[in-house]
């Protein structure tokens, strides 16, 4: 994951207090960008938290089911 320092957290504080409220695609991207290592941290965490259901079988069939419907959706891009 991207590493965020406190200056650079005070640049975008600062800049959505005096936003324009034009979006740029710098914003998109980095608003997609969150997304996914949201996502991934997630899945992460969940599978740490719960190693044991994550070694069962129909676990993995229904994960991997999601994971597919996630594939298929960014391969539109």
Known sequence: M???????????????LNSDGI????????DMRD????MIFR???CL??????AKETTF?????QIAKEGIHYLQKF
């Open 48 to 53: 740490e938290l719960n190693p044991e259901i």
């Open 23 to 30: 979006t740029t695609e710098d914003d998109v991207v980095l």
């Open 60 to 64: 993995c069939t229904r994960i991997s």
């Open 35 to 38: 997304a996914v290592e949201t």
């Open 2 to 16: 991207t590493k965020v320092s406190r200056k650079q957290i005070m640049e975008i504080y600062n800049s959505m």
């Open 43 to 45: 899945w992460n965490k």
